[in-house]
């Protein structure tokens, strides 16, 4: 058993939280921007300190490797992206960078004998907080290994046009990556070829581990999930002279819908728990309303459902209710539903998630299964090459805001368990 | 009895749905717009060709004159806006103006006798679609006579301040003014001094007229009415990892709130008819959530809530049932209210509405006694003036939208009902 330095993850976390920092605690660091270029330049000094090869690819992907005992060994890689959501923390993605790096340093400053290439990895705009969608650069380097409806959505040519949703210096994603020093030949692109395996830690961005009292979480797949558009159309009145009863009120009926659907969903999940199952979840995030004018009754709704399980019958009893009550009229208006994406549940390699999960268990850490309801890199990754993730657990179980934080023990505890479970794939593979 | 003139309002209504028309049967005429200066040269050339004097004043407000026998009398005024709300119909306000201009039509045409002048009025900015808020320039005029918590909304150094809603060339409503040709003296302006009544004529903007089968109302008040922010406070958290029973989701509390006060309002309300009062009307026409992105659990609702009705007491009432469910926790989130604006019921001029009322039933029209939920120049000038208004029957009691209706003959009738009305008031006063 290795176990990775608490002094130098502590003195990474501190330093990369210098760059995009917002001020408050939190950093604002868009892909390809000065901030996430700052990291960049970081994480290149870092790993040539350690006499790591560094490697771009055409769409500013990092790679930095320190060579095996085997010339021929495909690379063991461990990456997660260094771009944040505007007003994030300071782990989401950077933990994982900084994991591959730590396991490097550990790896090279204890001479710790590999067959395998040990390859640290950025992956390019996986949040997609200023070019949209979210993880558009994994959605691209595996596109061809991706199920075809998830693969339109990330051709190379869309996402080279995607616009920015927020201040930018170029009109389009292709355009900041032409003008960034870090892109290189599309040959050094993580493929099967190169890639044996990819390890991907991430802070949980729950609160799942912090409430059973354990650190870290070997991750065993990423959940389905539907996500699907629900309208109401009335029609718009004055608010002043409008009879009640004659009202076709979009808003109420969104209203009076979704306490309906809590509540059918709450029963439904009563009984997914009582078979031993985890729960599913459902998020209503979004909500529109036309025209949005305090003195007019609205005559359109629309809100988004986001469910997520990893059954596909339980995300099909969820799909039912929801088919069940938009087939009904409520309060005078229309309903129509329209799926936006919907995704199956992705199974993480059995082998690695073995590994991963020996390795917490032999470092003495305290350890649970767990799933992921959110999307990462390593979701499409696991598409095209072996592929696991590992969690640490999140403090109060929030995220994607400033407060968001993992102890330093944590996030070198988690560097641990990815050390030791990639030397364990070190030795499996060829 | 003196009637109108079918054919002549006709002309004036087709001639006028031209100014601003949007192609699809209705119009956007902003307020001092290029649209909204074409309504009001036709104003000034049909005006001049019955002899009548054109004023303006400092705020644009237009006034036609006929002068009366008796050259020490006050004038008695008809009027109304000619601006319209974006994609708005072809009668809201301008129905009041070319109601006012067919008065004096047929006094010139059949040679009227009156003691006092009589003037047709284009209020400005009555809509506030481009230049907020609504009602801009009869609060600005008003202003010395409006209760203090109205009147410190309209003062005229803000309303010059405010800021186009939509593509204007005008920085400001100060800089609109400044460019209009229709801009005069102070002096101008209607005042107690100069005159003795205002007459408003203006579509119901509701089903009431239409449902009872009347072509016309006599209107006998502006009801009261509360206008509050209703806001909910829980915390954003990422929509596939945070369990159910964790969540503090402000929309969810918002949606229950929503479902719960239609309850209690509908109950309330079932007793105030029964008690033989018309029912209150209360809307939500508003609503924002934060952060609106469909995998995050909003952390902030608010929605407006406006209610409306005669009787204090009901008011009370209402508001009693908003402060309890707000002093609640709502799926775990907290709830405040904000009061955005109040105002009490504003009753017209007796000796006026009984004018109406008693030329409505000698004209033979089909009409009622009415309410008018909705807010009109009218009822600032009510603080000013003894004042009234007119509702002509509404298709469908839709307005603000292009298929707002009025038919031909019951624009003719209000106008009718509002040149009987008129001479009888010539006689009362002095």
């Known amino acids: 058993m290795y176990k990775c330095s608490l002094e130098r993850m502590s003195d990474k976390i501190k330093t990369f939280s210098t760059f995009g920092d917002a001020g408050h605690g939190g950093i604002t660091r868009y892909s390809l921007s000065p901030a996430a270029h700052q990291a960049r330049e970081e994480f290149v000094k870092r790993m040539e300190a350690i006499g790591a090869k560094i490697e771009c690819d055409d769409v500013a992907c990092m790679y930095a490797t320190l060579e095996g005992t085997d010339p021929n060994a495909k690379r063991i890689v461990m990456g997660s992206h260094c771009d944040s959501v505007k007003n994030g923390g300071n782990y989401d993605g950077i933990l994982g960078v900084m994991t591959g790096m730590e396991v490097l340093e550990t790896v090279a400053a204890e001479n710790i004998p590999h067959k395998h290439p040990l390859t640290a990895m950025i992956w390019t705009n996986e949040e997609g907080s200023l070019y949209p969608p979210a993880m558009m650069v994994s959605g691209i380097i595996c596109n061809d290994y991706l199920p075809p409806e998830l693969a339109v959505n990330f051709k190379y040519d869309n996402m080279m046009a995607s616009k920015p949703m927020d201040d930018s210096e170029f009109a389009n994603f292709g355009e900041a990556l032409a003008a960034t020093k870090f892109k290189g030949p599309k040959e050094n692109r993580i493929s099967p070829d190169k890639y044996c395996a990819m390890f991907e830690a991430h802070l949980e961005q729950g609160p799942i581990l912090e409430d059973e009292g354990n650190e870290v979480g070997a991750v065993q797949l990423v959940m389905g999930m539907f996500n699907y558009s629900v309208k109401f159309s009335g029609f718009s009145a004055h608010a002043g002279t409008f009879p009640m009863a004659k009202r076709h009120d979009a808003l109420y009926a969104a209203a009076s819908f979704l306490v309906e659907l809590h509540n059918r969903y709450d029963a439904l999940n009563a009984e997914v728990v009582a078979s031993g199952q985890p729960e599913f979840v459902y998020t209503t995030g979004e909500i529109n309303v036309h025209p949005c004018i305090h003195t007019v009754i609205p005559d359109e709704a629309v809100f988004s459902l986001d469910v ?123």
């Open 308 to 430: 997520r399980h990893p059954d596909p019958e339980v995300r099909k009893k969820a799909m039912d209710i929801l088919k069940e009550l938009a087939a009904k009229d409520w309060c005078l208006c229309k309903c129509e539903i329209e799926e936006q994406w919907v995704r199956d549940t992705v199974y993480f390699d059995k082998n690695l998630v073995g590994f991963v999960e020996e390795s917490m268990e032999e470092l003495g850490l305290k350890w649970q299964k767990i799933l992921s309801g959110a999307g990462h890199d390593a979701q499409f990754c696991a598409y095209m090459i072996p592929t696991t993730m590992l969690f640490a657990r999140t403090k109060d179980g929030l995220s994607h805001c400033e407060p968001e934080h993992v102890s330093d023990e944590d996030c070198t505890a988690v560097a641990s368990a990815t050390l030791n479970a990639v030397l364990k794939a070190d030795k499996f593979y060829d």
